[in-house]
């Protein structure tokens, strides 16, 4: 089966450094995105790997290890509207995307 | 960016009526639109890829005659809920692929949440 692993939640402070991981088992890959998820919102694009390495973009960073299936989201100088969860998706071989549970992040003075 | 808008943003019917939910893209054309819900806490669930002018392509375990979907044309898709239950309530996403994208990102409508008293 197909499957995305990413922690459940995550605590940090502002202006720390946050690292969210997620690893994945899907049959093919075309690509993993971050989304962002405020709640009762819609989810917002954050950012979109599909190469090996560190795919910076302001305060957010991406990375992506095919060989491991792994990824992780960072996030620098966080601040309270980061508040959000954090999700994660892979498009496997029919280029479908498959969803993790999402990461709620939160954040505290 | 590309721009998709949802309609009602939150509806509240009773039991055995049918409600339906408007997913429009503003600035470009969408062959291609997708059916999302979405439970408290939960991760996005896939219920249909809705293709303009043919019928829709439904999920596994998502009924067809009960989620009915209509993508009259290139900037709209409707589902309507039909005799909804309590079990339905839930968080509604639409979202769009932009053509000149790549099929790289989608996006999202504000989504429609649906509580069935």
């Known amino acids: 089966g197909q499957n995305i692993d990413q922690p459940t939640e995550m605590t940090a402070t502002e202006g720390a450094i946050v690292q969210i991981n997620c690893t994945y088992q899907?049959?093919?890959?075309?690509?993993l995105f971050w989304y962002q998820q405020h709640a009762g919102e819609a989810p917002t694009f954050l950012s979109y790997?599909?190469l090996d390495g560190l795919e910076e973009k302001g305060r957010f960073s991406s990375f992506l290890s095919r060989s491991k299936g792994y990824s992780y989201l960072l996030l620098k100088e966080l601040q309270m509207k980061d508040s959000a969860s954090y999700l994660c998706?892979?498009?496997?071989?029919?280029?479908?995307?498959?969803w993790g549970a999402g990461t709620k992040l939160i954040i505290k003075p | 960016g590309a721009v998709v808008s949802q309609h009602p943003s939150r509806v509240i019917c009773k039991s055995g009526t049918s409600v339906k939910i408007e997913c429009r893209s503003l600035?470009?054309?969408?062959?291609?639109m997708f059916w999302y819900r979405q439970f408290p806490k939960k991760s996005l669930m896939l219920m249909a890829t809705?293709?303009?002018?043919?019928?829709?392509?439904?999920e596994q375990g998502v009924e067809k005659d009960k989620f009915l979907i209509n993508h009259a044309s290139l900037t709209l898709s409707t589902l309507t809920v039909t005799s909804a239950h309590p079990e339905d309530s839930s968080f509604y996403i639409c979202?769009?692929?932009?053509?000149?994208?790549?099929?790289?990102?989608?996006?999202f409508g504000p989504g429609t949440r649906l509580t069935v008293t």
């Open positions: 979202s769009a692929t932009p053509p000149t994208s790549g099929q790289l990102k989608q996006y």
């Open positions: 600035d470009f054309q969408a062959t291609t």
């Open positions: 809705s293709n303009e002018g043919s019928k829709a392509t439904y």
């Open positions: 899907t049959s093919g890959f075309n690509g």
């Open positions: 790997n599909v």
């Open positions: 998706a892979v498009k496997d071989s029919n280029y479908q995307l498959i």
